[in-house]
Nanobody, 127 residues
Framework: QVQLVESGGGPVQAGTSLRLRCAASGLPFWPYTMGWFRQAPGKEREFVGAIGGGGGTSDYADSVKGRFTIFRDNAKNTVTLQMNSLKPEDTAVYYC????????????????????WGRGTQVTVSS
């Protein structure tokens, strides 16, 4: 059974940084692309970014490029979302996700990809 458990969310001030972590179990971690999505109140869930199994490839939504970075530790089965220069519009529940297919690349991971989901962690950015 695949389990994805997020941690690290909370309230922060605009302009500051926050790091989210996802611990994965129940799947052979390193070959799988891992990703992050978010859902703001009243909005649809959206792609934030993804990282390939080896960590050498990644893709990000335009809204977070240059501010957010994803990295992974395949020895610990964790993936981290480093968020810098946070804005109030980054307020959302952030979800860790893993594709059900090992063939899914970081560039092809999106909301329509069959995914395993974590329960999410709330990030609230105040101005």
């Amino acid at each position: 059974q695949v389990q994805l458990v997020e941690s690290g969310g909370g309230p922060v001030q605009a302009g500051t940084s926050l790091r989210l972590r996802c611990a994965a179990s129940g799947l052979p971690f390193w070959p799988y692309t891992m990703g992050w999505f978010r859902q703001a109140p009243g909005k649809e869930r959206e792609f934030v970014g993804a990282i390939g199994g080896g960590g050498g490839t990644s893709d990000y939504a335009d809204s977070v490029k240059g501010r957010f970075t994803i990295f992974r530790d395949n020895a610990k089965n964790t993936v981290t979302l480093q968020m810098n220069s946070l804005k109030p519009e980054d307020t959302a529940v952030y979800y860790c996700a893993a594709p059900k297919s090992i063939l899914t690349s970081a560039q092809h991971m999106n909301i329509f990809t069959p995914l395993y989901w974590g329960r999410g962690t709330q990030v609230t950015v105040s101005s």
